[in-house]
């Protein structure tokens, strides 16, 4: 599909992975790993843990039991900021966007961690300062351009439509210059056209920045479109895992969506 | 048709991040300082300074404080008042117990005292929010209100619990006469005025923002809260503890812990709600409105009174204030709820499409 696209070694694995609230289990011994470049969907039922993985592997959650391993470091306990340091960033499903800032703020948070300049030289928008703000808007003009949305800009982005925002959620994880992309339905409540764009923004990242994605997605033409491997839960655990053909093929998978057949 | 920006295109990055895009907003800035560096000083009378723009300009500054933390981090507070007092009685004791303590070094060693402070008093924000954490802050207004009072200490023993503090100057300069006083008020809210946009329009008034808005999504690109909030409250104390010494030294030159009670802090929370949260020109607005109004009021109702042929006495106008005051809060809050700031930027909106407003 991608052409010269190469797929390459493993930089994240997950490993054992076990979540619960309380009496309720999330995920159960969840393992299974990312490779290099490589665009990995994780699909399943209502409830079967999609955003949960997502969670734990950006820091949000703390599993009970398991190991991660990005890029041959181990973490035991991921927290959100290791896992920013890292170079993993992501989107949420419900966007969780800074209401009251502009699309160009909302990106340039994004940049936040590659930003040295002291409380001092920020105040008097001292050389320092003044330098990074402005290379980091150089960079940030960048992703406003690739992703198309140079009319919004200074825009407050709780004024912005839906299918903006979700570009917007996009443009904020992309200005972190991630190893690795965790995308949340980025497509849920779309319409065709606005599904077709995303699409192609995420081949796009793919491709042209070489930018590893995991992605949860319900709308199955997509998800068989665009990944390279799928990853399938139900209820917690894991019931498939294979390229696009298998998983179609897996009769676990056939019976948790569509039911047994008494 | 004046206020128009066609033709003014940027050609640069840094052109386009000025604190003023616009050229006559720039020209306005320019006016407006002219007018209280020059104009205010020459026209004046000694009661204007002392009642009016004195007050006017130390509060402003102590509202740009606790709108950095209470407008952009979203973290309330109910103690400024305490943190203008820790910034005043920290820098009476500097002055008194160090020989040849600087004016200027004294006021800044307040604020860096009441920043202190505030990192302390606003621990709590790490695992507490909204009405809580306005618990707690509201426990900082008590206990220094009792510090003050109690711990002989501070007060350097005065008998009477006031303290006092007389012959200010700067390099040799005085400040004692009204004007002298305006002057001093004023530079160094311009200075501090201009470094509170500066930090609110880079990373760290960013992050404060971003931790306000949505704090899950800001701790998962990087942001961490610890530093965000204690950041805010660090910075917002101290803009608040050097107001409280600016109001101590220069506005009442001898004063008690009354002078910072929690009444102290009501009137700063409301000025930045009715100015504007997360505007530092929503401050300017909000001082106004509470220092200016009311003595507006005062001044107008006589007047109005007997203009209708009625004579009002004291007593009912005194009432009558408080009244059309709160009154004109309600108002203000329902008509537009995020300040006067917004109303301003809508009309400068409107502006730049009048005559024609398509």
Known sequence: ?262 | MIYRENGQFKTSYAADQQIFPIVQDRWAMLLLLVVAFVGVPLLSSEYLFRAIFIPFLILSLAAIGVNLLVGYCGQITLGAGAFMAVGAYAAYNFSIRIDGMPLLGALLLGGLSAAAMGIVFGAPSLRVRGLYLAMATLAAQFFWDWAFLRIKWFTNDAPSGSVSISHLQVMGWPIESPVEKYLFCLTLLAVFALAAKNLTRSSIGRQWMAIRDMDVAAEVIGIRPMFAKLSAFAVSSFYVGVAGALWGFVHLSSWEPAAFSVDRSFQLLFMVIIGGMGSIMGSFFGAAFIVVLPIFLNQMLPWLGELVGLSISTAAVSHAEFMIFGALIVFFLIVEPHGIARLWSTGKEKLRLWPFPH
């Open chain 1, 1 to 262: 599909m991608m052409g010269e696209r190469v797929i390459g070694d493993v930089i994240l694995d997950l490993r054992n992975i076990s979540l619960a609230f309380g009496g309720v289990k999330a995920l159960t011994e969840i393992s299974f790993d990312v490779r290099e470049h490589e665009i990995r969907a994780i699909i399943g039922p209502n409830g079967a843990g999609k955003s949960s993985m997502l969670n734990v592997i950006s820091g949000v959650y703390r599993p009970q039991q398991g190991e991660i391993v990005f890029h041959g470091e181990h973490f035991a306990r991921m927290n959100s900021y290791k896992a920013a340091k890292a170079g993993i960033a992501r989107t949420f499903q419900n966007i969780a966007l800074f209401k009251g800032m502009s699309v160009l703020d909302n990106i340039m948070t994004g940049r936040t961690l590659m930003m040295k300049a002291n409380l001092l030289q920020q105040a008097f928008w001292w050389g320092p300062a003044r330098r990074e703000e402005l290379a980091h808007r150089a960079k940030v003009e960048e992703i406003i351009d690739f992703l198309e949305i140079q009319h919004i800009r200074k825009t407050p982005v709780g004024r912005l439509p839906y299918g903006l925002q979700k570009r917007v959620d996009l443009g904020r994880a992309l200005a972190m210059e991630p190893r690795i992309l965790l995308l949340d339905e980025p497509m849920a409540g779309m319409n065709v056209e606005e599904k077709q764009d995303m699409s192609r923004f995420i081949l796009d990242v793919n491709d042209q920045m070489g930018t590893t994605i995991v992605l949860i997605e319900h709308d199955m033409g997509v998800v068989m479109d665009i990944s390279d491997r799928v990853v399938v839960l139900d209820y917690g655990k894991k019931i498939g895992d294979g390229s696009p053909d298998a998983v179609r093929a897996n009769p676990e998978v056939i019976q948790a969506y569509l039911g047994a057949s008494h």
